[in-house]
């Protein structure tokens, strides 16, 4: 498989400067300890790809002798030596291009008798495949005549049946008469033998052929596509060269894919090195017209300098078509030249402020990862597909330069619209900003008018909630009342009453209606109403019935009405609530605070509540404070809230004050905890001490 980078000027200067210097006393270093005879077994096959990785150091011996795939032959004399036939591994024999390997495996009885996969992963040459003597194979087409010789290089698994016996001997006559070429091009001259399951290959090889195939067309599509696009704006507007240059860089790029898909599924030597000579041509000329595309953004480079790189990247390529093994340095030394000077470009252009190029260095950076990307791979430093390294590297590439002339050719063209309506319509933008002020000026006008009429109709509504509200409690022999109420807006949806009836009951009302605003004082108005209507009429279970009723029968959705009644007979006390916090009874005989939490849905609900009340006495000195939830729920400067337990210490310091002092106690904790800011929520307190 061929891959690009500067991997082949790595392995080259390692490799040659290895085998030059062998000398005798370092062939020790090359010496490789023979191996037994090599097992095979299924629990090698466990890995994800179903692969038994078997050794590459097989007997070998130079030379043809039909003799030496009998598996009874006495190889003892043989050297062993790596079936990929690397010139370090050629360094120690007199390589004629044609010898016998031989290798002898202790097959596990799971494994006998039933189809095994055979994977060529490499193949330079032509071979006969031998099992226990029988030739079961031909690799290519196999000659001893040179000229005769096809090669093979299909990745296409291959069947082997192993029989009964425990020792299984291969044998694999081989022959590479073009050996002095491909180990030139290729490092190699041999062939590498895997071992794996059969059916998971057999699915694998037609899998990857799709995808292979599937992947390469749409990708050389879409190179097509860019660069016919770019090429019909040169034919419109010949002036704007950039389109020109990459057009013929995207063109390059499309024929390097095509090579690169050819290369992959040739199955000779011969057409595999062909398109070998193409693609390393084409891939100095892709990058010596990135480079010229490059320079054409950058207006600092002179039209010589860039045109003399494009001529030496042409000179490049015809010189690596005729010595395309020798030169294959200058391959890799003009690729580094062409990416150091698109990198040295773009980095000028940075440095310069040029607009949009951080998207040519965004392309930029992603191709030469992509190349650091695969010379990773080759050293197996990383795993991965090369081949899509290859086309994310340089679909980014390809895809920041159009977008960076579509976005230069959209820029200039907004400009010269832009400058044209400047011109065309100076005085008119000055009577139509004289307009629009006037209409914002009259708009701003009645805007304050309608705030004012507002604000008015708001107040209005306030003082109209207010006076409906009592002017003061009443006074009355047995008890001490108070109450105080802060509204957060205009218009609020607190709500307290009473009542005396004639035989000196005492009723208090507390309410909270939702939200704040109209609606909540319209709630207030019908809850008033109601109270007054029904107050001597039943007790307080059958009252909130009724006032849930009729609410909820003013269909005001998402409206609601928390209340509270307390009805007071000498000192006996029955309290009823609907969705409002429970009361506090400070109680003087114990000095402690008791809640009265009562459940209860809000009024105005669609549901039938069955409220519940409570009775209890209050005794000389006895405290029973009623408070809506904006009490309860008022927060500090961190969000905070205030809650039960800091009111109840007040009202357990309460003894011996006045209902007036409680409230003053209250309201003055309620300033300290808020740090003296607006409420977010109204805030009503009533207290009822019975007097001692």
């Known amino acids: 498989m061929y891959r690009l980078g500067i991997l082949n000027i790595i392995f080259w200067g390692i490799l040659l400067a290895g085998v030059d210097g062998v000398s005798a006393q370092d062939e020790d270093i090359f010496q490789f300890p023979e191996p037994e005879v090599e097992e095979i077994t299924p629990d090698m096959m466990l890995n994800d790809s179903k692969i038994i990785y078997i050794q590459d150091m097989w007997k070998f011996h130079v030379g043809d002798s039909l003799a030496w795939s009998n598996p009874e032959y006495d190889d003892a004399g043989w050297d062993y030596l790596s079936t990929n036939l690397s010139p370090a591994d050629l360094s120690f024999v007199e390589w004629a291009g044609i010898g016998w390997f031989r290798k002898q495996f202790k097959v596990h009885p799971n494994l006998r008798g039933k189809p095994i996969a055979l994977l060529v992963e490499r193949h330079l040459g032509a071979s006969e495949v031998y099992l226990n003597g029988e030739r079961i194979y031909e690799l290519g087409d196999f000659s001893t005549d040179p000229e005769s010789v096809v090669s093979y290089n299909s990745n296409n698994p291959l069947a082997i049946v192993f029989s009964d016996e425990e020792i299984q001997t291969i044998a694999v006559r081989f022959i590479n008469p073009n050996y002095s070429e491909t180990e030139l091009i290729m490092g190699y001259n041999g062939f590498r033998f895997l071992m794996g399951d059969w059916a ?15 992947r390469n067309l749409f990708y050389i599509g879409a190179l097509l596509a860019f660069g016919i696009i770019h090429f019909l704006l040169f034919i419109f507007y010949p002036a704007e060269k950039r389109n020109l240059y990459f057009a013929v860089f995207v063109g390059f790029l499309a024929i390097l894919s095509y090579l690169l898909y050819k290369v992959e599924l040739t199955e000779n030597t011969n057409g595999t090195l062909l398109f070998l000579k193409f693609l390393f041509v084409i891939e100095v000329l892709v990058l010596a017209f990135a480079t010229r595309f490059t320079h054409s953004i950058d207006k600092k480079n002179t039209p010589f300098y860039s045109n003399l790189l494009v001529l030496s990247g042409f000179v490049v390529g015809i010189l690596i ?4 093994g020798k030169l294959t340095w200058l391959k890799e030394l003009a690729v580094l030249v062409f990416v150091a000077e698109i990198f040295r470009t773009v980095i000028m252009m940075f440095y310069r402020n040029r607009g949009g190029v951080w998207m040519l260095g ?9 190349l650091i990307y695969n010379i990773m791979i080759n050293f197996e430093i990383l795993s991965g597909s090369v081949q899509m390294a290859n086309m994310v590297g340089s679909g980014f590439l390809v895809l920041s330069m159009s977008v960076f002339l579509s976005r230069d050719f959209a820029i200039t063209q907004r400009r010269l619209e832009q400058k044209l309506i400047e011109v065309k319509h100076l005085s008119k933008r000055s009577l139509d900003q004289e307009r629009v002020n006037k209409e914002r000026e009259i708009e701003k006008r009645l805007l304050e008018v309608e705030n004012k009429r507002k604000t008015k109709e708001l107040e209005e509504a306030r003082t109209l909630q207010l006076s409906m509200l009592p002017k003061k409690m009443p006074s009355l022999p047995s008890y001490d009342m108070a109450v105080f109420m802060e509204t957060a807006t205009e218009v609020g949806g607190d709500y307290y009453d009473y009542s005396v009836a004639p035989d000196g009951t005492l009723v208090l009302a507390l309410g909270d209606a939702t939200g704040h605003g109209m609606k909540a004082g319209i709630m207030v108005a019908a809850a008033k109403s109601y109270f007054h209507t029904l107050v001597h009429e039943m007790n307080n279970l059958t009252m909130l019935e009724r006032i849930s009723s009729g609410l909820r029968n003013m269909n005001m959705k998402m409206m609601y ?7 007071c007979r000498g000192k006996e006390v029955d309290i009823a609530t609907a969705g409002m916090p429970p009361a506090l009874h400070f109680k003087k005989e114990t000095n402690s605070v008791q809640r009265i939490t009562l459940k209860g849905l809000p009024l105005g609900s669609s549901v039938q509540y069955p409220y519940e009340n409570q009775c209890f006495q209050l005794n000389a000195g006895d405290i029973l404070l009623m408070m809506s939830d904006g009490l309860t729920e008022l927060f500090d400067s961190e969000k905070k809230m205030l809650g039960l337990t800091k009111v109840e210490d007040v009202l357990s310091n309460a003894d011996g004050l006045s209902a007036n002092d409680i409230v003053n106690q209250l309201t003055q904790l309620m300033n300290t905890w808020s740090g003296g800011k607006e409420p977010h929520d109204d805030i009503t307190i009533m207290v009822l001490k019975m007097q001692e």
């Open 200 to 214: 998971t290959h057999q699915a694998q090889t037609f899998s990857f052929l799709s995808r292979w195939t599937g």
């Open 321 to 324: 078509w005729f010595y395309p």
């Open 561 to 567: 009405m928390g209340l509270m009644l307390v009805r």
């Open 362 to 370: 965004v392309g930029v950076l992603v191709y030469v990862f992509s």
